[in-house]
C-alpha cells in the first residue's frame, strides 16, 4: 500500500515558474518580439514647454525612402486619452511640455524612422509657461486648459469630527511644509507597443499594460475600434511598479500608425524617451499640522497638499484616495482633516507608482510622529503605540482592520534593531564628523484590493486534462512579481497535484477571464482566491466522482501526489489522472472545468471618501540604522530592520523579494534618485545622472513577517507587492534627525541636499 | 548607405561570418542582425549592464563595442549558457535563490556573474556586491542575486563548474 503524507506547499520557498527562461534569455520581451512584416514607429516630441503649432511640415519626411507614413493630429480622430480625458494622443494646436507627441512616423527601421524624424518642420508660438503650482494659482497665470481656467482640474476633501476641538484640547501643536520630489519607474524594459490589424479589421495590441480588459474599454474610443474587436496581448514585462496603469499615448499612435500602413508597427522607447515621456511619481507639497495631549494621546491631524499636476491628468492626480487613509488611519486620530489641491502646470506629469502617495503621505505623517514624541518627552516607539490601531476597529474612514499586526510590527523591528537604546544613545550627543542614527516608520496600505471600480473582482477558468494537468486561465497579469507562481501553488494545494503540473496562462484577453488589473496590492489577495476558490470546486468534483467509484463517502478522501487518497491513513486509492479519464470515457462524458469571479468584501467609498475600500489592509515597521558624513553629506544606510503584516507567507522566496525590492526602492526615492526638473525640462535623463541604489550600497535587511491570517486573505495571505517601499525615505529621515538634530522636510537626502541643510540649520533654520 | 566590413567570430562556440556596418555596435548586431534576443538593450551608453556579453572571456557592455572589433573574437551570450546537461550551476542558483522577477536584467547579471566566478572561483560577498556594480534591478534590491552567486561559489567549492 502506498501511503501519501500531507504535505504544504503554502510558506515554503518556491522558485518563480517563469525564471529558468529568465536565465537563460528564452523569454521574450515586447523589444525581442518581431512580426513578418512588422514596421518601426516612431515620435516627434516638442522641444518646447508650451508653445502654439502654427505649421507643421512633414514632406520631407514623407519623401524619404523607407518611410511608410507619417502622421500628425490631423490624420487622427483627436479624442483625448488618460484618467482626466484631457490629453490627445497626438497633439494638433498646441503643446504644454516638453514630451508632447506632434507626428510620428512608421519606416522600415528604426534609423529611417528616426532620420525622418529629423526632417518634419514645426512651426510654434511660444505661450507664457508657468512651472510651480504657487505661480500657476496666481490670478492671471498661463492657463493651462481652457475647460480649467483656475488651472485646477480636481481638489479632494476628506474630515472627520471636530478639527477646531482637536486643536483646543491639544498641548502641542506643531506644523511643517514637507516637499517630495520627481522620481520615475525606471523600467529595465522600455516602453513599448505593437499593433497590428488583420483583414476584417479586428487589432491585436501587444501591450505592456497593467490592466489588459480595462485597457479595452479605454483604448476603443481614443481609436474609434470597438472594444470587442480589440485583442490584447501582454507578453512579459520588464518592469510595471504602476507605470503601466493608464493609457500613454504612444500605444493609440502605434495603432493610427498600424491602420493607415496596414502593416504590423512596434514603437519602442529609447532610454533617454523613458525617462523624459514615462510618467513620474506624484511631487507633492505637503502641509501638515498636527496637535497632541501631554500623555501622548493624538488629537487631530489637518492636512493641505498641492500637487503639481503637470501638463495632463493621469493617475498621479488621484493619489489623494490612498493618501488620505494614511493621514485618517494608521493612528488613531480623533479629528482629522484633509484638503488636496491638484494644479496644472508646464510641467512632467504623474502616473501611478508603486505606493501610489502613500510614500508622500507616510513621509508627512511619520516625521510628525516623531517631532510630537519628542515634544510631549516620549520615545518614538511609545507615542506610535499609544496611538497605533488594533485589530478589530473600524477608523472613522470607515476602514476596518480585521486584523491589524500594527502593534507587533512596530515592537517587532524596534526589538530586533534595539532602537529605543540605539535611539537614546544616539541622541545623547557625538562628535566627529560620522554621525550614527536610528529611525522608525510604520505604514498601512491596502492589502485585499481596492474598490474604486463597480467591481474588484478577478476571474479564473481552470480545467484539468486527462492527464491531470491543470490549466489556470486567470485575468490576473504577472509583472514579475510571481503571481503566477503563487496562483499554480494554491491551485496545486487544493488538487493534490505537484506544481509542475500546473499552467497559468494569463497574458491574452482573447483567453483569459477579466479582471480589473494588476495594482493596489491586490493580485495574491484577489486573483490568489479566484483560483482557490475555482480550485475547491474542481477538488469537489473530483473527490464525488472518486467516492462514487470507490463506493467511499467524499468527505473522507483527500487529493495528494497526483492520487485520491484515505484522508486519514493516506492510503493511495486512485491516480487523479484515470480519475478524469474515467469521466472522459465511462459513459459519464464530463470534463473538469470549473470558473469562479471572486469579488471581495469591500465597498465603494461613498461621496465623502468613507467606506471599508478594502477587504484587508498591510500594516508594517521599517527601523532603519545609517551613518551621515557631516562635512559631506553623503548617507550610508546601515541596516533595515523591517517587520511586515502579511497576512500569511505564501511564497517565502517570492515575498521576500518584494520586500527587499521594496525597501531598496524606499532607499533610492530617500537618497540616491531625483528625476530633474528646470522649467518644465528633464535634466538629467540618463542612469548616468539619475542614480538608482546599486549593489554595494544595499544594507542589511532583516525581514520578520508577522502572519495575522486574514480571514478573507487566499490560506490568510494579504497583499503587500507595495507596503515595502512605503515607509523607507521617512524612517530614513528619522534617522537623520537621530544622528544630527537637524529636520528633513525635502527629498532627496544626495549629499549636497544634506549638507546644505546641515549648513543652513547650523544658521538657525529650524 | 554605411560601409561594411565582413568580420568572423566565434559565437557561443559556433564560427560565425558576417558582415557588418562599421558603425553597428555588437548589441544591435547580436539581436537584430544575428537574432540572438536574449541580451538585452536597457540604456545603449554602458550605464545599466542588460547587455552584459563575455568577449574572450571578458565582460563587456556589448552596446559600447563596435561590431568590427567582434572580428577574431570568441563571444559568448547568455544563449551560449546552458550546455544539453542543462542550464549552467549561476542559471539554477538563479532560479533557487529567487534572483529572478521581472528578469530583464536577469542575463545581464548571469553573464557578469559568469564572468566573475570564472575569474575568481572563491569569490566573497564583497567581491560580488563590487562585482555587479555595473548592472542595473530595479526589482529584486540585488539581495537574492547576490545570494545566487554566493551559492554558486559554494556549489563550485563543492565540485560543480561554472
Given at each position: ?8 506547499l503554502?510558506?515554503?520557498?518556491i522558485?518563480k515558474?517563469?525564471?529558468?527562461a529568465k536565465?537563460t534569455g ?5 523589444n525581442?518580439?518581431a512580426?513578418p512584416?512588422?514596421?518601426h514607429g516612431?515620435i ?7 508653445a502654439?503649432i ?7 519626411a514623407?519623401?524619404?525612402p523607407g518611410?511608410h507614413?507619417?502622421i500628425t493630429?490631423?490624420?487622427?480622430p483627436g479624442?483625448?486619452?488618460g484618467?482626466g480625458?484631457d490629453n490627445p ?9 516638453i514630451?508632447d507627441?506632434?507626428a510620428?512616423v512608421a519606416?522600415?527601421t528604426e534609423a ?9 518642420r514645426?512651426e510654434?508660438?511660444?505661450?507664457p509657461?508657468?512651472?510651480s ?10 492657463v493651462?486648459h481652457d475647460?480649467?481656467?483656475d488651472?485646477i482640474?480636481f ?10 476641538a482637536?486643536e483646543q484640547?491639544s498641548?502641542v501643536v506643531i506644523e511643517d511644509?514637507?516637499?517630495l520630489h ?7 524594459g522600455?516602453s513599448?507597443v ?21 485597457y479595452?474599454r479605454?483604448i476603443?474610443p481614443?481609436i474609434g ?8 496581448i501582454?507578453?512579459?514585462l520588464?518592469g510595471g511598479?504602476?507605470?503601466?496603469l493608464?493609457?500613454?499615448p504612444?500605444?493609440?499612435i ?5 491602420r ?5 508597427v ?6 533617454e524617451?523613458?525617462f523624459?515621456a514615462s510618467p513620474?511619481r ?9 496637535g497632541?495631549?501631554?500623555d ?6 489637518d492636512?493641505r497638499t498641492l500637487?503639481d499636476?503637470g501638463?495632463?491628468t ?11 487613509q494614511t493621514?485618517?488611519?494608521l493612528?488613531r486620530?480623533?479629528?482629522?482633516r484633509?484638503h488636496t489641491?491638484v494644479?496644472?502646470?508646464n510641467?512632467?506629469y504623474?502616473?501611478?507608482f508603486r ?6 503621505a ?5 516625521s510628525?510622529?516623531?517631532?510630537l514624541a519628542?515634544?510631549v518627552?516620549?520615545d ?5 503605540l499609544k496611538?497605533a490601531q488594533a ?5 472613522p474612514q470607515g476602514?476596518?482592520f480585521i486584523?491589524c ?5 512596530l515592537q517587532?523591528a524596534?526589538e530586533?534593531s534595539d532602537f529605543v537604546?540605539?535611539?537614546a ?8 564628523p560620522i554621525?550614527?542614527?536610528?529611525g522608525i516608520a510604520?505604514?498601512?496600505h491596502v492589502g485585499?484590493?481596492?474598490n474604486?471600480y463597480r467591481?474588484d473582482g478577478c476571474?479564473t477558468?481552470l480545467k484539468?486534462d ?5 490549466t489556470?486561465?486567470t485575468g490576473?497579469?504577472?509583472?514579475g512579481?510571481?503571481s503566477e ?5 494554491f491551485?496545486?494545494?487544493?488538487l493534490g497535484?505537484p506544481l ?6 494569463n497574458n ?5 477571464p477579466w ?7 491586490r ?5 490568489g482566491?479566484s483560483a482557490l476558490r475555482a480550485?475547491?470546486k474542481?477538488?469537489?468534483k473530483l473527490l464525488?466522482?472518486a467516492?462514487?467509484?470507490?463506493g467511499?463517502d467524499p468527505?473522507?478522501l ?5 492520487h485520491v487518497?484515505?484522508a486519514?491513513?493516506?492510503e493511495?486509492?486512485?491516480?487523479i489522472g484515470?480519475l478524469?479519464r474515467s ?8 470534463v473538469?472545468?470549473?470558473?469562479e469571479?471572486y ?5 465603494m467609498?461613498d461621496?465623502?471618501?468613507k ?26 544606510i ?7 503584516d502579511v497576512?500569511r507567507v505564501?511564497n517565502r522566496?517570492?515575498?521576500e523579494?518584494?520586500?527587499?525590492g521594496g525597501?531598496?526602492?524606499?532607499i533610492?526615492?530617500a537618497t ?7 522649467e518644465?525640462?528633464?535634466l538629467?535623463p540618463c542612469?548616468?545622472d539619475?542614480k538608482?541604489?546599486t549593489?554595494p550600497e ?6 520578520t513577517f ?15 507587492g507595495?507596503?515595502p517601499?512605503?515607509p523607507t525615505?521617512v524612517?530614513?529621515a528619522?534617522?537623520?534627525y ?15 541636499k544634506v549638507l546644505?541643510r546641515l549648513?543652513e540649520?547650523a544658521?538657525g533654520k529650524? | ?12 562556440g559556433?564560427?560565425t ?11 544591435t ?5 544575428l537574432?540572438?534576443?536574449g541580451t538585452?538593450?536597457?540604456?545603449g551608453?554602458?550605464e545599466?549592464g542588460?547587455c552584459t556579453i563575455?568577449?574572450d572571456g571578458t565582460a563587456v557592455n556589448?552596446c559600447l ?12 551570450t547568455?544563449?551560449?549558457l546552458?550546455?544539453?546537461?542543462g542550464?549552467s550551476?549561476l ?5 533557487e535563490?529567487g534572483?529572478v ?5 536577469t542575463?545581464?547579471l ?6 566573475l566566478?570564472?575569474?575568481n572561483?572563491?569569490l566573497t ?15 529584486t534590491?540585488?539581495q537574492?542575486?547576490?545570494e ?6 559554494h ?6 563548474r561554472?
Amino acid at each position: 500500500m502506498t501511503v501519501i503524507p500531507k504535505e504544504t506547499l503554502i510558506g515554503r520557498r518556491i522558485p518563480k515558474l517563469d525564471a529558468p527562461a529568465k536565465t537563460t534569455g528564452e523569454t521574450r520581451y515586447i523589444n525581442d518580439l518581431a512580426l513578418p512584416g512588422m514596421l518601426h514607429g516612431k515620435i516627434l516630441r516638442t522641444d518646447r514647454v508650451h508653445a502654439r503649432i502654427v505649421r507643421i511640415d512633414t514632406s520631407a519626411a514623407r519623401a524619404l525612402p523607407g518611410v511608410h507614413a507619417v502622421i500628425t493630429a490631423a490624420d487622427t480622430p483627436g479624442v483625448p486619452l488618460g484618467h482626466g480625458r484631457d490629453n490627445p494622443p497626438l497633439k494638433g494646436d498646441r503643446v504644454r511640455t516638453i514630451r508632447d507627441e506632434i507626428a510620428a512616423v512608421a519606416a522600415d527601421t528604426e534609423a529611417i524612422a528616426a532620420e525622418a524624424l529629423r526632417l518634419i518642420r514645426v512651426e510654434y508660438e511660444d505661450l507664457p509657461a508657468v512651472f510651480s503650482v504657487h505661480e500657476a494659482l496666481r490670478p492671471g497665470a498661463p492657463v493651462l486648459h481652457d475647460r480649467h481656467p483656475d488651472n485646477i482640474p480636481f481638489t479632494f476633501d476628506y474630515s472627520h469630527g471636530d478639527l477646531a476641538a482637536g486643536e483646543q484640547a491639544s498641548d502641542v501643536v506643531i506644523e511643517d511644509t514637507f516637499k517630495l520630489h520627481y522620481v520615475t519607474h525606471c523600467c529595465m524594459g522600455v516602453s513599448g507597443v505593437i499593433a497590428t490589424f488583420d483583414t476584417t479589421g479586428q487589432l491585436t495590441i501587444y501591450s505592456q499594460t497593467q490592466i489588459p480588459f480595462l485597457y479595452k474599454r479605454d483604448i476603443a474610443p481614443v481609436i474609434g475600434v470597438p472594444p470587442d474587436r480589440i485583442r490584447v496581448i501582454q507578453p512579459p514585462l520588464g518592469g510595471g511598479f504602476g507605470s503601466k496603469l493608464d493609457i500613454y499615448p504612444f500605444e493609440p499612435i502605434c495603432v493610427f500608425l498600424a491602420r493607415v500602413t496596414q502593416r504590423p508597427v512596434r514603437i519602442l522607447f529609447t532610454r533617454e524617451e523613458e525617462f523624459i515621456a514615462s510618467p513620474t511619481r506624484q511631487p507633492v507639497e505637503f502641509t501638515l499640522r498636527s496637535g497632541v495631549k501631554k500623555d501622548g494621546t493624538l488629537m487631530f491631524r489637518d492636512a493641505r497638499t498641492l500637487h503639481d499636476n503637470g501638463g495632463y491628468t493621469s493617475w498621479g492626480a488621484t493619489t489623494p484616495f490612498v493618501m488620505m487613509q494614511t493621514i485618517s488611519s494608521l493612528y488613531r486620530v480623533p479629528h482629522c482633516r484633509y484638503h488636496t489641491t491638484v494644479v496644472y502646470t508646464n510641467n512632467p506629469y504623474a502616473g501611478s507608482f508603486r505606493g501610489y502617495g502613500n510614500l508622500q503621505a507616510t513621509f508627512a505623517v511619520e516625521s510628525h510622529m516623531d517631532r510630537l514624541a519628542e515634544a510631549v518627552g516620549m520615545d518614538p516607539l511609545a507615542l506610535r503605540l499609544k496611538n497605533a490601531q488594533a485589530p478589530g476597529e473600524t477608523t472613522p474612514q470607515g476602514m476596518h482592520f480585521i486584523t491589524c499586526g500594527l502593534r507587533d510590527c512596530l515592537q517587532t523591528a524596534a526589538e530586533r534593531s534595539d532602537f529605543v537604546k540605539k535611539h537614546a544613545t544616539n541622541r545623547a550627543g557625538q562628535t566627529g564628523p560620522i554621525r550614527r542614527g536610528i529611525g522608525i516608520a510604520s505604514l498601512v496600505h491596502v492589502g485585499g484590493g481596492a474598490n474604486i471600480y463597480r467591481t474588484d473582482g478577478c476571474g479564473t477558468i481552470l480545467k484539468l486534462d486527462d492527464f491531470a494537468q491543470a490549466t489556470v486561465l486567470t485575468g490576473a497579469s504577472e509583472i514579475g512579481q510571481g503571481s503566477e507562481t503563487v496562483i499554480a501553488q494554491f491551485v496545486a494545494e487544493e488538487l493534490g497535484l505537484p506544481l509542475t503540473s500546473i499552467q497559468v496562462v494569463n497574458n491574452d484577453t482573447e483567453i483569459t477571464p477579466w479582471d480589473v488589473g494588476v495594482h493596489a496590492s491586490r493580485t495574491t489577495f484577489i486573483a490568489g482566491n479566484s483560483a482557490l476558490r475555482a480550485a475547491r470546486k474542481a477538488r469537489t468534483k473530483l473527490l464525488a466522482a472518486a467516492g462514487q467509484q470507490l463506493g467511499a463517502d467524499p468527505a473522507t478522501l483527500d487529493l495528494r501526489g497526483g492520487h485520491v487518497v484515505d484522508a486519514t491513513s493516506g492510503e493511495a486509492r486512485l491516480e487523479i489522472g484515470k480519475l478524469i479519464r474515467s469521466l472522459h470515457f465511462a459513459g459519464k462524458h464530463e470534463v473538469v472545468m470549473t470558473t469562479e469571479y471572486y469579488e471581495p468584501p469591500s465597498v465603494m467609498q461613498d461621496r465623502e471618501f468613507k467606506g471599508n475600500v478594502s477587504a484587508t489592509y498591510a500594516f508594517g515597521t521599517q527601523a532603519i540604522e545609517l551613518e551621515v558624513d557631516t562635512e559631506t553629506g553623503v548617507v550610508r544606510i546601515q541596516k533595515v530592520t523591517a517587520a511586515h503584516d502579511v497576512g500569511r507567507v505564501i511564497n517565502r522566496l517570492g515575498i521576500e523579494g518584494q520586500i527587499e525590492g521594496g525597501v531598496v526602492m524606499g532607499i533610492g526615492y530617500a537618497t540616491t534618485e531625483d528625476l530633474m526638473v528646470s522649467e518644465g525640462r528633464v535634466l538629467n535623463p540618463c542612469f548616468r545622472d539619475y542614480k538608482l541604489v546599486t549593489a554595494p550600497e544595499v544594507p542589511e535587511i532583516d525581514t520578520t513577517f508577522l502572519e495575522t491570517l486574514d480571514p478573507h486573505g487566499p490560506a490568510g495571505a494579504k497583499g503587500v507587492g507595495e507596503a515595502p517601499a512605503i515607509p523607507t525615505a521617512v524612517a530614513i529621515a528619522n534617522a537623520l534627525y537621530n544622528a544630527t538634530g537637524v529636520r528633513f522636510r525635502e527629498l532627496p537626502f544626495t549629499p549636497e541636499k544634506v549638507l546644505r541643510r546641515l549648513r543652513e540649520a547650523a544658521e538657525g533654520k529650524p | 548607405m554605411s560601409i561594411t566590413k565582413a568580420i568572423s567570430f566565434t559565437l557561443n562556440g559556433q564560427a560565425t561570418r558576417i558582415e557588418v556596418p562599421v558603425d553597428m555596435d555588437a548589441l544591435t548586431m547580436i539581436r537584430d542582425v544575428l537574432k540572438l534576443t536574449g541580451t538585452k538593450l536597457g540604456c545603449g551608453e554602458g550605464e545599466c549592464g542588460a547587455c552584459t556579453i563575455l568577449v574572450d572571456g571578458t565582460a563587456v557592455n556589448s552596446c559600447l563595442m563596435f561590431a568590427v572589433d567582434c572580428d577574431g573574437r570568441e563571444l559568448t551570450t547568455i544563449e551560449g549558457l546552458a550546455t544539453p546537461a542543462g542550464r549552467s550551476v549561476l542559471q539554477r542558483a538563479f532560479v533557487e535563490h529567487g534572483a529572478v522577477q521581472c528578469g530583464f536584467c536577469t542575463p545581464g547579471l548571469v553573464m557578469q556573474g559568469t564572468y566573475l566566478l570564472r575569474q575568481n572561483p572563491g569569490l566573497t560577498v564583497a567581491d560580488i556586491r563590487r562585482g555587479i556594480e555595473g548592472n542595473l534591478c530595479r526589482c529584486t534590491g540585488y539581495q537574492k542575486v547576490i545570494e545566487a552567486i554566493a551559492a554558486a561559489v559554494h556549489e563550485i567549492e563543492k565540485g560543480d563548474r561554472a
